[in-house]
């Protein structure tokens, strides 16, 4: 599969930080501070290594957790996304598949604090998947754009979600989402920009990166902590 993270994750990683760093000064700086991008999920893992510890846990159900974990994050800020994600595992015993979500009552999401809309994204993503209508495991072998077109025939799921499943679940190391304000932000911070750069100009701006604007866009993320 091109452009995604292989086996040997660290290696590649390695290689590509290295040649962005060459390129460009402040992707350098930025690496020296937080190290190697992480973007693989559980859902990369070979399923048949000794020490998985639920092999009935399928790797289309891992993608489906994180599938609903995008959602979560949508437009929240990361400490309420990740209590709110706690609650959701917590409620469906750390296994969120899309057949449990087809058989709960909406009211276990609304008291884990999601919102009627992000409810309504989840209940169609789960229903999607039980009935056949999307194969999870299909969206591996799937370019970056039919993953995208796929997503976004689901009610809730834009460009956005569908570069976050990209990147972190899918490994995929040339997403670039400009319509995130965290990587817009953070490039304003990092390159010194007046103002933050609009996602129209934040797509022109990145184009240098090509073929590894995912681990751009992780350090720019990244940056905003430091």
Known sequence: MAGVIPNNASAEISAAVAVLSEAD????????????????????????????????YSRADLLFSELVEVVIHQQLAGKAAVAITSRVRQAFDGQITAERVQGCSPE????????????????????????????????????????TWELSKLRGFG???AQMFLMFSLGRIDVWPVGDLGVRKGYRASYGLEEIPS?????????????????VAWYLWRSLSS
């Open 108 to 147: 276990v999401l609304r008291t884990a604090g999601l919102s009627g809309a992000k409810i309504a994204a989840i209940a169609g993503l789960a229903n999607a998947v039980v009935q056949g209508e999307l194969s999870l495991e299909s969206l591996v072998d799937l370019g970056d754009d039919a993953v």
């Open 25 to 56: 000064p402040v992707i350098a700086r930025l690496a020296s501070l937080h190290g190697l991008p992480i973007l693989e999920k559980r859902s990369l893992v070979d399923f048949t290594v000794e020490g998985w510890e639920d092999p009935a």
């Open 199 to 215: 996602p129209r100009e934040l797509l022109q701006l990145g184009e240098r990166f090509r073929p590894y604007r995912s681990l």
């Open 159 to 161: 460009p956005w979600s």
